[in-house]
């Protein structure tokens, strides 16, 4: 079995001191490749430098909307920065108003920035959204998003063909294991197999049975078993196709399959 992680933050408090450790239990767990996600000019140093020195693990560049202060990254500063292999996506974006209050045309700025460095680099763009789901793909619209993925889905069926009808992929978190989100579940079941990813969003979000401790890249395949039973498939089905649609998603990243 193969499989990928395609939301983690290996920056954080709780992975980077043990990042050897993590990264052996992904070989373990038949986590081949991992994206590491950037939310600041901060953190895209870490997860690059990170990802420069491991084969296995790529990166992108973006700010997370949960800050107003946070220090903006230009569109033209972002398309340069995707000139390196292995930056191979932009974000995490979007919008986050469980968070953030008032007047938030900041948040939708920095968002529609983030699409339009996206189109023009022709990455995919790692979308956040948390309480604007109407607001979100409305953006999405109007940006005339090219790719992209809607990162740890939390909506319904309809938020789901909404963005897949953007031509968004969907990515489902260790959400998708807790018995209190029936309609993450229905949506796992509802999205056609080439439309999934799978992530962890590491350190957060454990899946059950890891639920209560820190998440990490190796506990995606706890996500992957979990959307088999909901599916009546396999695993390895699961792992086998969500695998391809990320390589199909994201095009800068080699696959490194055996065989």
């Not at 992209?148 to 990515?171: P, T």
């Not at 350190?203 to 890891?210: D, E, I, R, S, Y």
Request: charged share 25%; aromatic share 8%; proline share 4%.
């Amino acid at each position: 079995m193969y499989i990928i992680d395609s939301h983690c933050h290996l920056n954080f408090e709780g992975l980077k001191e043990r990042l050897p450790e993590v990264l052996s239990n992904m070989e373990e767990n038949g986590v081949g490749q991992a994206l590491a996600i950037s939310v600041s000019r901060q953190s895209f140093a870490e997860v690059s430098a990170i990802a420069e020195a491991h084969g296995h693990i790529y990166c992108t560049i973006g700010v997370h909307p949960d800050s107003k202060e946070a220090e903006e990254f230009s569109i033209a500063e972002m398309v340069a920065a995707a000139a390196s292999p292995k930056v191979v996506g932009i974000g995490e974006t979007g919008l986050d108003y469980y968070w953030c209050k008032g007047d938030l045309s900041w948040q939708h700025k920095r968002f529609a920035d983030h699409i339009e460095a996206a189109n023009q680099t022709g990455l995919p763009v790692i979308v956040h959204t948390r309480d604007a789901a109407a607001d979100t793909l409305s953006i999405l619209k109007e940006c005339r998003v090219n790719s992209g993925v809607i990162h740890c889905f939390s909506e319904d069926i309809g938020f789901a063909r909404a963005a897949m009808d953007l031509g968004l992929y969907i990515s489902f978190s260790g959400i998708v294991t807790f018995k209190n989100a029936p309609l993450v579940q229905e949506a796992a079941k509802y999205v056609p197999d080439d439309r999934i990813l799978v992530e962890t969003d590491a350190p957060f979000l454990a899946p059950v049975p890891k639920r209560g401790r820190q998440n990490e890249p190796a506990f995606v395949r706890h996500t992957a078993e979990h959307i088999a039973k909901l599916r009546n498939q396999t695993l390895e089905q699961v792992a086998a196709y969500t695998t391809e649609n990320f390589y199909r998603l994201f095009k800068k990243v080699p696959d490194m399959r055996a065989g």
